[in-house]
């Protein structure tokens, strides 16, 4: 053992709950409804062993080389075009994942002490992403819609305690796959603008809906009180750490100033072979498939969770679009303890503990349903159920 002295914000880093638990869970022959790894059968091998091929004979050394901060050209313009409002690509920063917004948000809003308000739960990367600038993460009360608007204003603050931002996430969230409503968004930009805090609005699943498009995003109501982060992960792949932040002028520099220092730039060769995939309108065609395969699968878990809890003090969300949701277990039982009975069973969840800033519902899980089969679903909920009868005393 050295007796290095590191920084304290190092003592407060964590290893996510969720790959602790995918250690524990990711053996042979367990139905692992843990993870929140897109499907594979989504990526679009073909496309992209094409568009490598085509960059590499057309770009050359310059899809290899050094560039520029805020991103490829195209590839801010493709996502400027794609939004569903007026957005300028002069305001599109690429990022290394939609993870890298959230960090590089951080370090511009937050200084020690700083307050943060988040949903009850929320996602636990954000959490984690905010940690290492030692904030104060507030859980707003949350309902099937989010925020509720009235215990935002009250968790506000003022003076030097007022906070820097809020963070929310209107689309099928992570992890309770719930959705604001059209009314419910425009009560949180009216109410925020009033207030003057910024709202960091996170949608990486917006695009996979099943029964409908959802309401407009925040940032199309309020450009200038919102900072919105997008993702290629769920619609493309995630190994190409692909996102982006649309960001008002006033602190789009600074975000680009964090991330030179962070990275320089993401990398060259990604955005380019990403803006060749999706050049035509290849997203158009290609997001339907997607859309078909998970909600085949939500609907055999909705199915299962009907069937296999039937009798049980159980209740779970459901979700209109992306990729998990939410049980909440019998009052006084801990999902992770019942993860241990879940897992000799055969299958396993994420204990939703650690989505909460503060004060956690420990009687929470999140599934996933997006890379296990019917035939999988069918089983792991089965096994899960199992699990809760034990439990049950
Ligand atoms: C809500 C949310 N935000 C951000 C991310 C990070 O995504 P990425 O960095 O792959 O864009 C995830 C990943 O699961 C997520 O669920």
Redesign the pocket.
């Known amino acids: 053992m050295t007796s290095w002295t590191l920084a304290d914000r190092a003592a407060k880093m964590n290893s996510s709950a969720i790959r602790e638990i995918l250690k524990l869970t990711d053996r042979p022959g367990i139905i692992s409804m843990a993870g929140?790894l897109p499907s594979p059968k989504s990526f679009p091998l073909d496309e992209f062993t094409k568009a490598c091929q085509t960059v590499m004979l057309r770009d050359g050394a310059t899809a290899l080389q050094y560039s520029t901060t805020e991103g490829f050209a195209d590839l801010r313009q493709a996502v400027a075009d794609f939004l569903p409002w007026d957005v300028s690509p002069d305001q599109v920063l690429i990022t290394s994942?939609?993870?890298?917004a959230?960090d590089l948000i951080a370090k511009v809003f937050l200084d020690r002490g700083s307050r943060v308000l988040v949903e009850k739960p929320t996602?636990l990367?954000?959490l984690q992403a905010f940690t290492p600038f030692e904030p104060v993460p507030v859980g707003v009360d949350s309902d099937d819609e989010g925020m509720l608007i009235e215990d935002f204003a009250a968790q506000v603050g003022t003076g030097a305690d007022k906070a820097r931002l809020a963070y929310v996430?209107p689309n099928f969230?992570?992890p309770t796959g719930r959705t604001m409503s059209d009314a419910r968004r425009q009560a949180l930009v009216d109410k925020a603008r009033e207030l003057n805090i910024p709202l960091v609005e996170?949608n990486?699943?917006g695009d996979l809906w099943y029964e409908g498009e959802p309401p407009l995003p925040l940032a199309a109501r309020n450009p200038e009180g919102v900072i919105y982060?997008g993702?290629?992960?769920k619609v493309l792949a995630?190994g190409l750490?692909?996102?982006f932040v649309v960001a008002p002028k006033s602190v789009f520099g600074k975000l680009t100033q964090a991330k030179q220092a962070a990275d320089l730039h993401t990398p060259s060769f990604n955005q380019r072979v990403v803006a060749e995939v999706i050049k035509d309108g290849f997203l158009d065609r290609h997001v339907p498939t997607i859309r078909a395969l998970y909600k085949a699968q939500r609907d055999a878990m909705l199915a299962a969770l009907e069937r296999e809890m039937a009798g049980l003090d159980v209740q779970w969300t459901r979700p209109v679009g992306g990729m998990f949701l939410w049980v909440s277990l019998p009052q006084g039982m801990d999902a992770q303890q019942l993860l241990t009975a879940a897992v000799e069973r055969g299958m396993a969840f994420v204990p939703g503990a650690p989505f909460y800033a503060q004060e956690p519902q420990t009687n929470t899980l999140r599934l996933s349903y997006v890379t296990v089969s019917p035939a999988q679903i069918e089983q792991g909920i089965a096994a899960l159920a199992a699990a809760i009868k034990a439990h049950t005393p």
């Open positions: 929140g994942g939609s993870q890298q959230l996602y990367g954000a996430l969230q992570n996170d990486p699943y982060m993702s290629f992960s995630p750490r692909l996102g």
